[in-house]
């Protein structure tokens, strides 16, 4: 495309949406002209805040707004049906995590992805957050040997009673599959395609329909592993990526008070803190500063549409052992990447 100004257009206008918006404007040459919520309130409040317009559907989104790119932030029951017209019309997606509610409609979104000439992101923006990215580094770069174990906890207190993720329908569960998606596509970023899991949900403070509290064990062929823990429920945990190695550690801390950004140490020697700071703080704004590069170059983004469905196949996998309370398998490495072959 030229490089003159990049229209996008969001739909879906929830809190999620309001970050996306201070998101885009914080990346130069990209303006949010137009809005859609199927609760109009919502779209007129947001366009308050942003001065673009409120369409009437999907379909004039598409036909009347010479969108460049959108961004999908609906529930996700509804991520297929809010993205399907800007695929079909060649128009840039970006789509919020989970890719869909459940796998069966994940892939059939992929199906249409693939069908169309559309640049697709899935918006894993954890990738984009600086400590992260300097550990993918680090990690690139051999100084912490081969991983052995990876531990994530993303926690705190969020009150979902009357929220679109207490409905199992439109959410697809609790928080194994919301903030968890992150935490499985951080797995896979920094460690690789595990090949087991075994998992716990619970609902042990929240009354709703879903759980509030999981935890995950992750192993790839018995060699590298992984513990993943996350809940609504838990107010005053911090949040953490731990990488251990057999050489060395690192250690990302999430604004948790005195502590670093992003440390490593190896075996006899002294903690090495890691400068970050040439990262925006804002992991959506770098998020979608790439977003906005792939639809000026038209090239691929990062992040896409397979990286959507294996997160949900691991994600089904999850669940599937909470419910059964054994350990579950998965295709492994090269299984996948043959199935993806034409």
């Not at 869909?100 to 984009?128: Q, W, Y």
Request: include cysteine; proline fraction near 4%; charge should be positive.
């Amino acid at each position: 495309m030229e490089q003159g100004k990049v229209r996008v257009g969001i739909v879906g206008c929830g809190k999620v949406a309001g970050n996306h918006l201070k998101a885009f404007e914080c990346v130069d040459g990209v303006g949010v002209v137009c809005l859609y919520d199927v609760r109009r309130n919502a779209a007129r409040a947001l366009a308050a805040q942003s001065g673009a317009k409120v369409a009437k559907s999907l379909d004039e989104m598409v036909r009347s707004w010479d969108l460049d790119a959108v961004s999908i932030c609906t529930p996700p029951a509804m991520h297929l049906e809010s993205a399907a017209p800007f695929l079909e019309a060649g128009i840039a997606v970006y789509c919020e995590k989970p890719l869909e509610v459940d796998l069966p409609r994940a892939l059939e979104f992929a199906r249409a992805v693939r069908a169309s000439r559309s640049i697709f992101m899935m918006g894993f923006n954890h990738r984009f957050h600086g400590p992260i990215v300097e550990l993918r580094k680090l990690i690139q770069s051999g100084v912490l040997g081969d991983a052995i174990l990876f531990r994530n906890i993303f926690s705190g207190w969020l009150s979902i009673r009357g929220n679109h993720r207490a409905q199992k329908e439109i959410s697809g569960g609790g928080c194994l599959i919301d903030h968890g998606s992150h935490s499985i596509d951080l797995f896979r970023h920094l460690v690789g395609e595990p090949t087991h899991v075994q998992a716990f949900a619970a609902t042990v403070r929240q009354r709703v329909g879903v759980e509030d509290f999981g935890m995950v064990h992750l192993a790839v062929e018995g060699r590298k592993f992984g513990e993943i823990t996350t809940s609504y429920s838990v107010p005053c945990t911090g949040n953490w990526v731990e990488w251990h190695g057999d050489r060395g550690s690192a250690f990302v801390s999430y604004w948790n008070k005195g502590r670093p950004d992003l440390e490593y140490v190896i075996a006899g020697q002294d903690a090495v803190v890691v400068d970050c700071s040439a990262h925006d703080p804002n992991r959506g704004v770098n998020a979608m500063r790439h977003f906005i590069g792939c639809v000026r170059s038209g090239t691929r983004p990062a992040i896409g549409v397979e990286d959507g469905v294996a997160a949900m196949r691991i994600a089904d996998a999850i669940y599937r052992s909470a419910r059964s309370g054994r350990r579950v398998s998965l295709a492994s490495p090269s299984r996948l990447s043959h199935r993806r072959k034409p």
